[in-house]
């Protein structure tokens, strides 16, 4: 019979061993080198604790100096977002391999930095001008907001009944002009010019031109720009993507309206066509009309510039097409069972796409492979249809997307089961905004700053949002 003395003077049983992997880290960041050695660490290790030995091996011999910068690890191109034991067993690899593993710096939330009060609703923004967001609102109104203040440089209406849908700089930095679209279908080139007004520089806008892709009394609305340098893309819901040189100005006199009309424009602050009208230098069809009658899903969601001369269009009836913009003619396509909302390129010359889809949904695609599908689809990547899809600007990895449930999220595409972030929205300040909540009020207009260190975000709230980050994209 066991006492209970000799019960405790018997030896303890072994604690159970710890499981262990070997691994080697790397990184391309020069100045964050480590010995290239394997390291036997354990299995149930996630991303802070080997966040912790790289930081020691930077600092070896005084753990209590230690930088603490953080850092993301990618295996076999993924991020790793659980444990290493967790990364195994999903990918059917065992611990006695040697884990070859890429450590880069992590992406850290972008935080809320302002926001800037408009009229109506926002339908696009574009922030890729150094120190200039430039906004498109329903009230067919442009909107210049400098870096700095929260009130507008420029306020400037555009004859396009309906409202505006889109609006770009286009051209040089010193020519300074302005590329919208309508919901009537209409497109208009403006041009500025900055005056001083105290310590802050404001801006004026001239009508250049304006045009539409199809004559008619009935034209469908355009809904998309993309530029590049001084050619633009537009895009139609009547399925047409259409080919502009807007800053040449091959364009003929319009005498069409009178100068009573113009007159009465002007004194009601609307830019009005002065002369000068646009014409698309080629129409190319996403969607080909069947007798001329444009088909219930053939409304272009996206288009956008490519590199080598290539564009794509992404549309309603699930199709993506890549189109060689010299011979005017589609070179491939690929299809799905989505509906297309939004189509932006990521950073590089890789023709890899993104497309947010009315369905929730968010898929990238990558047009060199022979698949005809989404080559990657994040499933349930909103909880309502995505409106939004941007490209970080230089991060071959990064995007972000919007959606009408209100959110604006931060995504690597090496880690798509789940964002990076989502970023808080601020509560509106007052009136049906404020009853309604800023979480709940769609996001319809997003784009990045030319650095890749703010998000810029908008739309039924009708105010223009800023989010600012540190050292995102820097890997």
């Known amino acids: 019979m066991t006492t209970l003395a000799s019960t405790s003077a018997a030896p303890a049983p072994a604690a159970p061993a710890v499981r262990q992997v070997p691994i080697v880290l790397r990184t391309s960041l020069a100045t964050l080198q480590i010995p290239q050695q394997p390291y036997l660490v354990p299995l149930s290790w996630r991303r802070t604790q080997l966040s912790t030995l790289v930081n020691r091996l930077l600092s070896p011999g005084d753990a209590?100096?230690?930088?603490?910068?953080?850092?993301?690890?990618?295996?076999?191109?993924?991020?790793?977002?659980?444990?290493?034991?967790?990364?195994?067993?999903?990918?059917?690899?065992?611990?006695?391999?040697?884990?070859?593993?890429?450590?880069?710096?992590?992406?850290?939330?972008?935080?809320?930095?302002?926001?800037?009060?408009?009229?109506?609703?926002?339908?696009?923004?574009?922030?890729?001008?150094?120190?200039?967001?430039?906004?498109?609102?329903?009230?067919?109104?442009?909107?210049?907001?400098?870096?700095?203040?929260?009130?507008?440089?420029?306020?400037?209406?555009?004859?396009?009944?309906?409202?505006?849908?889109?609006?770009?700089?286009?051209?040089?930095?010193?020519?300074?002009?302005?590329?919208?679209?309508?919901?009537?279908?209409?497109?208009?080139?403006?041009?500025?010019?900055?005056?001083?007004?105290?310590?802050?520089?404001?801006?004026?806008?001239?009508?250049?031109?304006?045009?539409?892709?199809?004559?008619?009394?009935?034209?469908?609305?355009?809904?998309?720009?993309?530029?590049r340098g001084s050619q633009a893309l537009a895009a139609g819901w009547d399925g047409c993507v259409s080919l502009w040189l807007p800053t040449s100005l091959?364009?003929?006199?319009?005498?069409?309206?009178?100068?009573?009309?113009?007159?009465?424009?002007?004194?009601?602050?609307?830019?009005?066509?002065?002369?000068?009208?646009?014409?698309?230098?080629?129409?190319?069809?996403?969607?080909?009309?069947?007798?001329?009658?444009?088909?219930?899903?053939?409304?272009?969601?996206?288009?956008?510039?490519?590199?080598?001369?290539?564009?794509?269009?992404?549309?309603?009836?699930?199709?993506?097409?890549?189109?060689?913009?010299?011979?005017?003619?589609?070179?491939?396509s690929k299809t799905s069972d989505k509906v297309l909302l939004c189509l932006d390129h990521m950073a590089g010359s890789a023709p890899v796409l993104l497309t947010g889809h009315v369905d929730r949904s968010i898929g990238i695609w990558d047009m060199r492979l022979n698949a005809a599908a989404i080559t990657l689809p994040l499933a349930s990547a909103h909880s309502a249809p995505v409106s939004a899809v941007r490209a970080h600007p230089s991060s071959a990895h990064l995007f972000a997307s919007a959606s009408h449930d209100g959110s604006v999220k931060l995504w690597d595409a090496r880690s798509p089961k789940a964002a990076l972030f989502a970023l808080s929205r601020p509560p509106a300040a007052s009136g049906e905004a404020a009853g309604k909540g800023a979480e709940k009020e769609k996001v319809l207009a997003l784009d990045w700053t030319s650095d890749g260190q703010a998000i810029a975000s908008g739309g039924e709230d009708k105010r223009l949002t800023l989010h600012r980050g540190e050292g995102i994209g820097r890997e």
């Open 250 to 332: 091959a364009a003929r006199s319009d005498a069409d309206e009178s100068r009573s009309k113009k007159k009465r424009r002007a004194e009601r602050g609307v830019a009005a066509p002065e002369g000068a009208r646009l014409e698309p230098l080629a129409t190319l069809w996403h969607a080909p009309p069947n007798a001329g009658v444009p088909s219930a899903n053939a409304r272009v969601g996206g288009v956008v510039w490519g590199a080598e001369g290539k564009a794509y269009s992404a549309g309603w009836n699930g199709s993506v097409r890549e189109w060689d913009v010299d011979s005017q003619s589609a070179s491939s």
């Open 64 to 227: 209590a100096s230690a930088a603490s910068i953080p850092f993301d690890f990618i295996i076999d191109g993924e991020l790793l977002r659980g444990s290493i034991d967790a990364w195994l067993a999903a990918h059917g690899r065992t611990e006695e391999e040697t884990l070859d593993i890429e450590y880069v710096r992590s992406t850290l939330p972008p935080r809320f930095a302002s926001s800037r009060e408009c009229d109506d609703w926002l339908s696009d923004i574009d922030a890729r001008s150094d120190g200039l967001f430039l906004t498109a609102a329903y009230d067919s109104t442009l909107r210049l907001f400098g870096a700095t203040g929260t009130e507008p440089l420029l306020t400037q209406r555009v004859a396009a009944p309906g409202g505006l849908t889109s609006a770009r700089f286009i051209g040089s930095d010193a020519e300074q002009q302005v590329l919208a679209t309508g919901m009537d279908g209409t497109i208009h080139l403006l041009s500025l010019s900055s005056t001083s007004a105290g310590p802050e520089q404001m801006y004026s806008a001239t009508h250049v031109a304006s045009g539409a892709a199809h004559g008619g009394s009935v034209r469908a609305p355009l809904c998309s720009l993309s530029v």
